[in-house]
């Protein structure tokens, strides 16, 4: 189970990436048409698109190599069952709010595809397609931090320190 969770989250991380090329992409493209006086509409849209889709997909990955912001100024104060105990109901208020954000955003997405929405923009892409990367990249953080609030009741989690948490400045 360990190795399939594992892969969700490399996946997704590899989708993130490969938004961020096409947000290169998308970019590079409105720069050179501007230097050559030619137009291609609705690149800013996808430009839009694409770093949203990056954003959200990276998610649970960046979760799951503790990257994200944590303050732990109250938290590193306490020891034994106490500390454990904030661990857990944080995780828990986490885990409940990951779950109604992607209960939300495929309710959204859904919504989008069943009323024919489309962009405002010159592209008039059909919203629901940009949508499902949001849809998508906060279910998977939802089963991350499921995965995190299960390991931490089990006594499995491994917290783990980022370099840049560690530098002195």
Do not use: C
């Not at 885990?95 to 024919?116: D, E, G, N, P």
């Amino acid at each position: 189970m360990r190795r399939f969770l594992d892969a969700i989250y490399l996946s997704a991380a590899a989708l993130a990436a490969l938004f961020m090329v096409g947000l290169l992409a998308m970019v590079l493209l409105s720069i050179i048409s501007r230097q050559f006086q030619f137009h291609v509409p609705g690149t800013d849209a996808y430009a839009g698109y694409f770093m949203a889709a990056s954003g959200f997909l990276a998610l649970a990955h960046t979760l799951k190599r503790g990257e994200h912001i944590r303050v732990t100024l109250v938290i590193n104060m306490l020891k034994g069952r106490w500390k454990r105990g904030i661990e857990i109901w944080a995780l828990g208020a986490a885990t409940l709010l990951a779950l109604l954000f992607a209960f939300y955003s495929v309710r959204l997405s859904w919504q989008s595809y069943t009323f024919h929405d489309i962009s405002t923009a010159s592209d008039a892409t059909p919203l629901w397609i940009p949508q499902i990367a949001m849809a998508l990249g906060t279910v998977v953080l939802a089963i991350a931090f499921i995965d995190e609030l299960v390991l931490e009741i089990r006594g499995r989690r491994a917290l783990q320190n980022p370099a840049e948490a560690l530098r002195n400045e």
